[in-house]
Each structure stands twice: as structure tokens, then as C-alpha cells.
């Protein structure tokens, strides 16, 4: 924080210089702005807040806090502070700590009319990790002048400068922060709607220039009740100088990005409850960074919609075809993608629902001739829902997911690494709420096995399979008035290990048991506060099979908790977890230790 404000002084003296020429100085009041002014929403409706949250855990401490200040009212001078604090705090077993803290600030102090806006920014950005391998300290301080002017809702301009600083781990540099942002929304010429917005800025330093322009060009409108069109063009151009990670050696590095963007939106109104849409996208991306990559995409999607009262389903089809070029370097691809997907959402009556997706994708990836990475991959996925109110105090839902993926080589060489992936999870669920009486019971089956295809060329098996069954349920009873007790207890069973198709059988390599429980009792509303105070216990066994089943590492974590929240008007929210735990792994041993969360919301 001390770096900050010293920082924050030398901008202010360097913008106040006694040689700095005082027509300048005034014309910039009234034509410069902050390339983020635009990013900073100050108008009424904005909330002031403060929000802190504080994390614990075994061995890692974590703050955060963000603050959110405005004062706004017309013909008069205004402010506005945001402003997000961050730091976490690494104790690893040899006991050094190790510090992370990064700090971004952005304020303005302007005064408001009608259609000017005039003033001063401030951006303040700081990061130091300790906990990197080499010496990682940056920032960015920030200070000048800004204006905006504003015509009704169609026209705004914002052209800024000011001074600032950049800290590259060792390195300072000093330099102008300059640009231009500009919005024309809605413009009409004939019976197009026109809108563009641009954005210029430059960082000018004495060994190094950054820069970044954009633009972008939207037209639309309706050819008649039925059809309309729309198009958007956009072009960036981006150059990027920073230093290299060798500390012994001041060397810059450069980054240019060129992005070039067309995309095309058509749509038909084939009636009240059908549309068609057809979108096109050109893709045009140029890197220069080490090597030259160019990139080229063209996108085409054509979707259709039903809206009706009971049944809802969306067709899609969408193709892509992307090409890469590296210069001096055989690695150039072309990557080629057909997408079919349906969706579909089926009432049948007030009580019951149907879901069905479904997706396929097939995947083309080429490359030069030397290369052996060429592949065809293809996905299936489905997935079925079925939802349904037995009576007023219960309700169902049973789901149902398949994945089946496949990747094939076309190189001999890497042709061994042809494979099926196969998911399949279904997950049943019932709620119930009678009385006092609240209760959800979950379960799940999940199946997830991958078969090579040419596992009789080797040696040892390569086809695995996991698969894990959960079940989970929970209880709450209203003891009286406010008062709850309750219980939740999940299940799970794992086991993995070697697959053999042609026999649809495995062999087990490792299994799992887990159980985890926990009881509680909570008073829902006292004085403005929710406390519940509980016991949790966790334990976790492991078993290896081979070369016979034995037990291998047993983890039990238990202990007491307690939870507060306060929420008792729109203004404060507060809430605090803490637990104590005792951790015994007969692979490391016991420990105590403590864990714990603290939230604060104001809303001033």
C-alpha cells in the first residue's frame, strides 16, 4: 500500500509540474478521459458496498475484499471508487511462509453535466507472489485527465492522458497513457440501423510502446415481419512490449496480435411459434510472437426453433473449418468440425416433463505429412430427464447419461492409440415434504471404461474401466417454531482397475469406500440470526488387489462446526463458519487443525 500512494504522489507532482504549460493543462481538463471510464458505471442506480471474505484451511490463509464507493449528482463534482484486494497466505510443511497479494484500484473525481463530463482518473494496479519460484513483482499507476462528451443517446466520445508508471519485477519505467474511445449506438440511415464503437490507447514509455485499437461496425434490420438481418464487423490490432523472465539481461520482447471478425445473423419468422436462423462467421487472427501464426476460420450454423405451449425443441447443424500456418515450422493444420445437436423439452401435462438432448460431433484434425497427429474423432452424447410430481409431497427425477467418444489415428505409427470412451451415469432422484418432515434421497451409478483397439498387439493391458456407485439422503425436522434438526449422509463405492472387452470382464486394481455424515440443529431465525451447530465425520478407506486385496491407507477427518449467518435487513450480511477438525491418515499420521470462512456484505 505504501508503494501505491508513493507511486500515486509522484503522477500527481509530475501532472502539476511548474513548467507543465497551463493552456495544455486546462485543455486537457476539458478533452482527455480514462481509457476504463467507460468500464466504470456511475450512474445512480449503483450500490455503495464493502465485502470481505476471509478463508481457512489446512494450510492456507486466504483475504479478499472489494469496495464499491460513488457520489453522483448532476452540475456538480462527483466520485467513484472501486476498488478489490486480494491476498492468500502458504505455510507448506518446512514451515517458510510464502505471501501472495495483488490490489486493483480504479477511481474518479469528475464533474458531471449534461452532455460534459470532465476530470481525473486513477488506476492502481500491484501484484507481488512469493510464493513463484523467481522474483514476481509487477504493477501500473495511473493518473490523468479525462472528458466525455455525449449527445442524447446515440453519440459519446472519451479522449484521456495522464502519466504512469510500470513495474516489470525490477524494471520501472515511466510513461504517458493516451487514447480515444468513441460509441455511436442506433444511428439510422435508411432502413438500416447503424452502430459502431472504437477504443484506442497507447502506452508510451521511454524502451517500450504498447498499443491496442479496436473498432467495431453493427448494422441490422427488418426486411419485413418475417425476416431481418444483421451484421457486425469488428478489427483489433494489438502490440504488446514487455520484459523478458531473465533478470541478468534487459531484453524486450514483443507481442503483435491482428483479429479480424465478420459475422453475419439472418432470421426467418416461419410463424409464431417457428424461427430459422442462419449465422455465418469469418475469423481472420495473425500472431507474431517467436513465430509468425496466422489463423483462419470460417463458422456456419443454421438453428431452427419451435415455441409451443407443450413442447419446445431446438435443430441445429454447424460446420467449421480452421486453418493454422506457422511460419519455418511443420507443424501447420487444419482442423475441420460438423456438429448436430437437438434439444427438446416435452410437457405433458402439469405434473410431468420430459428432456431429451442429444449431440454428435465429428472431429478432423491434419497436419503436414511428417506429422503423426492426424485424427478423426467422434462424440455421441445423450441425455434424458423425466421429472414428475407424484403428489403434493413428492416429487421425482430420474436422469439418464451416455457418452461415447472416439478418436482414430490415421498414421500407422500412432494407430495403437485408437480408442472408445465410454460414460454412462444414471441418477434417480426422490424429494419429500410433509408437515415438518424434509427429505431428499440421491443415487447415482456411473460406469466409465475406455477400450483400445488394438490391445491384442501388447504386452500389458491398456483398457481401464472405473466405476462408482453413490447414495446420498437428507433429513430436516422442525423440532418447533424455528428450530431444525437434521441429518445428511452421502455413500460412495469406487473401484477401477483393467478391462478386457472380448470377455466383458475386469480385473480390479484399487477399490474405495467413503462415508460421510452429518448431524445438525439450527434455529432458522433468532433475533436476525441462522445458527447451526453440528458434527461431521468423514472416513475413507482404500484397498489395493494386487497381487491379493489388502488394505492399503485409511483417512478419518471428524469434528465439531458451527455456522452463523445475519441477513436481517437489505444493508448487512454477515456469516461465519469455523470447524475443528481431527485428521488421521495412516499414510501420514494424525493432526489436529482448524478451518473456517468470515463474510461481510455492507451496503451503505
Same mark, same amino acid.
Given at each position: 500500500m505504501r508503494l501505491i500512494l508513493n507511486n500515486f504522489n509522484n503522477g500527481l507532482k509530475l501532472l502539476l509540474f511548474p513548467k507543465f504549460p497551463k493552456s495544455l493543462f486546462l485543455l486537457l481538463i476539458y478533452l482527455l478521459s480514462s481509457h476504463l471510464f467507460s468500464q466504470f458505471n456511475y450512474s445512480k442506480s449503483d450500490s455503495n458496498y464493502y465485502q470481505s471474505v476471509f478463508y481457512k484451511q489446512l494450510t492456507t490463509w486466504s483475504w479478499q475484499s472489494n469496495i464499491n464507493l460513488s457520489?453522483?449528482?448532476?452540475?456538480?463534482?462527483?466520485?467513484?471508487?472501486?476498488e478489490q484486494y486480494h491476498s492468500s497466505l502458504l505455510t507448506p510443511a518446512e514451515g517458510q511462509e510464502q505471501w501472495k497479494d495483488e490490489n486493483n484500484a480504479r477511481g474518479i473525481l469528475f464533474y458531471n453535466k449534461p452532455a460534459w463530463d470532465y476530470g481525473f482518473y486513477l488506476r492502481s494496479w500491484y501484484q507481488n507472489d512469493e510464493q513463484s519460484s523467481s522474483d514476481n513483482e509487477f504493477g501500473n499507476q495511473v493518473l490523468g485527465l479525462f472528458s466525455t462528451y455525449r449527445h442524447h443517446k446515440s453519440l459519446k466520445f472519451t479522449p484521456y492522458a495522464g502519466m504512469q508508471q510500470s513495474k516489470n519485477r525490477k524494471y520501472v519505467d515511466w510513461g504517458l497513457d493516451i487514447g480515444l474511445e468513441g460509441k455511436v449506438n442506433r444511428f439510422k440511415l435508411g432502413d438500416y440501423h447503424l452502430s459502431t464503437q472504437f477504443d484506442s490507447d497507447f502506452d508510451l514509455y521511454d524502451k517500450r510502446q504498447n498499443f491496442a485499437n479496436d473498432i467495431y461496425f453493427g448494422a441490422s434490420t427488418?426486411?419485413?415481419? &418475417?425476416?431481418? %438481418?444483421?451484421?457486425?464487423?469488428?478489427?483489433?490490432?494489438?502490440?504488446?512490449?514487455?520484459?523478458d523472465n531473465n533478470p541478468n539481461q534487459k531484453k524486450i520482447i514483443d507481442v503483435n496480435i491482428v483479429d479480424r471478425n465478420i459475422r453475419n445473423f439472418l432470421f426467418y419468422n416461419l410463424s409464431p411459434v417457428n424461427r430459422i436462423l442462419l449465422v455465418t462467421q469469418l475469423k481472420s487472427i495473425q500472431l507474431d510472437f517467436v513465430a509468425d501464426r496466422k489463423i483462419f476460420l470460417i463458422d456456419n450454423e443454421l438453428k431452427f426453433n419451435h415455441f409451443g405451449s407443450k413442447l419446445f425443441y431446438y435443430l441445429s447443424l454447424r460446420t467449421n473449418d480452421q486453418t493454422q500456418d506457422n511460419s519455418n515450422i511443420i507443424t501447420n493444420n487444419r482442423t475441420?468440425?460438423?456438429?448436430?445437436?437437438?434439444?427438446?423439452? &416435452?410437457?405433458? %401435462?402439469?405434473?410431468?416433463?420430459i428432456e431429451f438432448d442429444m449431440t454428435y460431433s465429428k472431429f478432423q484434425y491434419d497436419t503436414p505429412e511428417k506429422n503423426t497427429e492426424d485424427r478423426d474423432e467422434q462424440r455421441f452424447i445423450i441425455d434424458l430427464g423425466y421429472d414428475q410430481i407424484l403428489s403434493e409431497y413428492l416429487s421425482m427425477k430420474w436422469t439418464l447419461y451416455t457418452y461415447f467418444f472416439h478418436k482414430i489415428y490415421l498414421s500407422s505409427e500412432q494407430s495403437q492409440n485408437n480408442n472408445w470412451n465410454r460414460i454412462i451415469a444414471l441418477n434417480p432422484k426422490i424429494n419429500y415434504q410433509y408437515g415438518r418432515i424434509r427429505n431428499r434421497f440421491d443415487t447415482e451409478i456411473l460406469a466409465n471404461y475406455t477400450v483400445y483397439d488394438f490391445e491384442e498387439l501388447f504386452t500389458k493391458t491398456r483398457s481401464y474401466v472405473f466405476r462408482k456407485y453413490s447414495l446420498s439422503d437428507s433429513l430436516i425436522y422442525q423440532i418447533y417454531g424455528k428450530i431444525n434438526g437434521g441429518f445428511y449422509t452421502r455413500i460412495e463405492l469406487e473401484d477401477k482397475g483393467h478391462f478386457f472387452q472380448t470377455q466383458w470382464q475386469q480385473q480390479i486394481v484399487q477399490s474405495y469406500h467413503s462415508d460421510f455424515y452429518n448431524i445438525f440443529i439450527e434455529n432458522e431465525n433468532f433475533i436476525g440470526f441462522n445458527f447451526r451447530f453440528g458434527?461431521?465425520?468423514?472416513d475413507r478407506i482404500e484397498w489395493r488387489h494386487l497381487p491379493k486385496k489388502q488394505r492399503n491407507r485409511i483417512i478419518i477427518n471428524k469434528g465439531p462446526y458451527i455456522s452463523i449467518r445475519f441477513h436481517i435487513t437489505n444493508r448487512i450480511y454477515f456469516a461465519v463458519y469455523a470447524s475443528l477438525s481431527n485428521l488421521d491418515d495412516s499414510a501420514i499420521g494424525a493432526t489436529n487443525y482448524s478451518s473456517g470462512k468470515l463474510r461481510l456484505d455492507y451496503f451503505f
Open positions: 457520489y453522483i449528482q448532476l452540475n456538480h463534482w462527483n466520485w467513484s471508487l472501486k427488418n426486411f419485413n415481419e &418475417y425476416t431481418g %438481418d444483421s451484421l457486425a464487423i469488428s478489427f483489433s490490432i494489438n502490440q504488446k512490449q514487455y520484459y475441420r468440425q460438423t456438429i448436430m445437436t437437438f434439444e427438446s423439452d &416435452y410437457r405433458i %401435462d402439469a405434473r410431468k416433463k458434527y461431521t465425520y468423514y
